[in-house]
C-alpha cells in the first residue's frame, strides 16, 4: 500500500463522520430556513423563500431576544474569566499540593452531576423560601429570584469548568522563573499579572471564553427554569421547533453568526493560532 | 487555520441546535355548525382480524400496564406506548406515520383533522361510547367536523385560579389579581407558558372590554388579538415565571416564589399541602378535553378500534380520569363506586353549568369560528408568533 492509500484509510472514518453525519445534516436543517411552513396544518413544505428571514427581522421580538441572549453570554464569560484567573494563579502558584488536588476536584465536581440536575439545584436555591435566602436572609440581603441575573449565575456554575481548567493548566504551565525575574525587576504582583500572566495565558482564556459564550448562546433550560420571565434565543427556536421548524431553523442562524463573528474576531489576535 | 475556524463554527451551531427542545400544549372548543375543508379519508365500514399490535402516542398517565395489560390479554394486540409531552409533539409524532392512535387536545386535533392525518371514527363500531359520555363533550368542534366524528372523548378539565391561602387570605372572585397592574399580588403571579394562553387573556377581556366585541377566545380578529397581548405585556411586567413544566410550577407555588397563577387541579392535589386552594373565577377559564383519534393510515385499525372502545368504557375510563386527575368522559364511572362518585364531584364531572363557563382549547384558524364572516381571525402561527413578543 502506498502512503497515499494508507492515509486515505485513515481519514476515511473521520471524514465520513465529520462530512457525512455532522456537517450534511447541518446543512440540511439550514436548508429549511428557506422552506415554508403551512399555517393551518403546520406541515412543512419544501420550497424557496426568505419570509422567515423578513419575519426574523420584522418581529422586534427576535432582536432584543438575540440582543438579551448575546449580553447573557458575555456576562457569562467575563463572570467565568474573572472567577477562573485569580484561582487558577492560586492553585498553580500558591496552594499547597494538596490543597490544589482538592480545588481541582472541586471544580470539575460539577462535571459529574447531570445537567437537568445541576439546573434544578440552582432553582431550588434561587426560591424565595430557598437556600439563598434562608442563608443571607438574616444579613438583609434578598436574592435575585428568578430573573436574568439567576441565569447568568446558573449558566457561569454549569460552564466555569471550560474556562477553569485550560486557564489554570496554562498557568500551571508558566515558568516560575517569569514571575522571578518580574519580581526581581521591581514588579507587584497585580502588575506581574498583568504584564506576564494575562498576555501568556490569554490563548487559554479565548479557548474557554469559546466554550462559556457558545453554550450560553444555545441555553434555553436555564431560562426556563430559573429565568423567571426571561426569553433567549433557545427558547424560541424550541416554541418554534415542532409548529414552525423553518423559522427555528432560520432563527438558529443567529446564534452562528454571533459566533463566527467572535471566532473571526479573536482570530485577528492571533490567539488561535497559538491553541 | 481557516478549517479549524469552519469545525468550530460547525460544533457549535450543532451544540446550539442540540440544545433546543420542546415545550407548550393546548386545546379547544367552540360553537357548531362550521363548516372546514378536510381531506377526503374513508371511515372504517366493519372490524376484521385483530393485528398483532397497536402504537399508541399518548399524554402521561393515559397508558398504563394497569389497563393495557388486560387489553392485550383479551383482544391479543399488544400495546406500545410513545408518551409526548406538547400537542405541537403529538402532531409531528403522528405525521411520521408510525402510530394508529393520539391521545388529541383540541388545540391538535384540528391541525391533525385538517392536515389529513386522521381518519373518521365509526361510532357504530364503538359500543362503549354511548349515552353515558357527558353532554358537553358530545360533538364539539374539536373532535367532529361538518358532521362527522373524528375523536372519542377521555377526559377533560379546566385551568384554574390556584393561590396560596397564607398569603391570599380572601377567596379571589376574578382573575384580576393575575391581570391587573394593582394587583397586591404583584411579582408572584405564575402563567402558562405557551400561545395558546392569548386565550386566557382573552377570556379575561370578553368580561372586562366588552366593546373589544370578543364572543370567542379562540377567534380573535387582529385588533383583538392586539388588545390580548397588550393584557399579556402588561401581566408581563407583576409576573414571577412562566410554566410549561408542571414540575416548575409546582416548586414554584411551595417554593413562595409564586402566590397565585394558573393552574390544573392535579397539579394543586400534588403539592399535599391543604393551604393551596383553586377557585374558578366568575370570568370563567381556558380548559382542555382530550378525544382519541385513529391515524389515517393505521397499520392496526382493528386493534385501534378495540382500544378506543375498551378505554371507553366506565371502568378504563375512569380509571385514566383519576390516574391523570381530570373529569371522565364516560359518567357511568361516577355510579361505580363512591371513590369514584367522590372524584367525579371533585373534578365537576357531570356538572354542565361548571363547564359551560369553561372554553377548551381550540387551534385559532382564520376561518372565524365565532360565525363571524366579515372579518379574517388569526391562526395559530400568528399567535406563536405574537407570543414571542409577550415576554421580549
Known sequence: ?275 | MRSKIMTGAAFIAVAALALTGCSAEADSTATGGLSIDVPDIPMLEELGEMESEVNIVAWSGFVEPAWSDEFTEETGCTVNRRVAGTSDEMVQLMRTGDYDIVSASGDASLRLIAGGDVQPINLDLVPNFGDDIVEGMKGQIYDTINGQSYGVPIGRGANILQYNSDVVTEEPTSWDVAWELDSPYAGEIIAYDAPIYIADAAVYLMAHEPDLGITNPYALDQEQLDAAIDLLKQQNTIVSEYWADPAAQITSFAGGTTSLGTSWEILRKLTDDDKFKSVLPEEGSTGWSDAWMIAAESESPNCAYAWVDYTSSAEVNGAIATNFGMAPANAAFCDTSDEAAAHCEYFNATDEEYFSNVWFWTTPIEQCIDGRTDVTCTNFQQWTDAWLSVKS
Open chain 1, 1 to 275: 500500500m502506498n502512503r497515499r492509500a494508507q492515509l486515505s484509510a485513515l481519514l476515511a472514518l473521520p471524514m465520513l463522520w465529520l462530512i457525512g453525519i455532522y456537517i450534511f445534516s447541518l446543512v440540511m436543517l439550514l436548508v429549511t430556513a428557506f422552506w415554508v411552513t403551512d399555517p393551518f396544518t403546520s406541515k412543512v413544505k419544501p420550497g424557496f423563500t426568505l419570509r422567515n428571514f423578513e419575519q426574523i427581522i420584522a418581529n422586534p421580538a427576535y432582536a432584543t431576544t438575540s440582543l438579551r441572549t448575546l449580553g447573557i453570554a458575555l456576562a457569562v464569560t467575563v463572570l467565568s474569566i474573572l472567577i477562573s484567573v485569580p484561582l487558577g494563579i492560586f492553585m498553580a502558584k500558591v496552594a499547597s499540593p494538596k490543597l490544589r488536588a482538592i480545588l481541582a476536584v472541586a471544580i470539575t465536581l460539577p462535571l459529574w452531576a447531570g445537567y437537568l440536575v445541576k439546573i434544578l439545584a440552582m432553582r431550588i436555591t434561587f426560591t424565595e423560601e430557598g437556600f439563598f435566602n434562608s442563608m443571607l436572609g438574616p444579613l438583609g440581603i434578598s436574592g435575585p429570584g428568578f430573573s436574568i441575573v439567576t441565569v447568568v449565575l446558573t449558566l457561569t456554575y454549569l460552564w466555569l469548568p471550560y474556562m477553569a481548567v485550560p486557564v489554570y493548566t496554562a498557568i500551571r504551565q508558566l515558568p516560575p522563573n517569569l514571575f522571578d525575574a518580574s519580581s526581581d525587576l521591581g514588579a507587584g504582583a497585580g502588575f506581574t499579572i498583568r504584564t506576564v500572566v494575562l498576555p501568556l495565558i490569554k490563548p487559554a482564556i479565548i479557548a474557554g471564553s469559546i466554550f462559556t459564550f457558545s453554550l450560553s448562546l444555545g441555553d434555553y433550560i436555564a431560562a426556563k427554569f430559573v429565568g423567571g420571565s426571561t426569553q433567549m434565543i433557545g427558547s424560541i427556536i424550541a416554541s418554534n421547533i415542532n409548529l414552525n421548524p423553518p423559522i427555528a431553523a432560520a432563527f438558529s442562524l443567529v446564534p452562528i453568526a454571533f459566533v463566527v463573528i467572535y471566532l473571526v474576531s479573536v482570530q485577528r489576535t492571533g490567539a488561535l493560532e497559538r491553541m
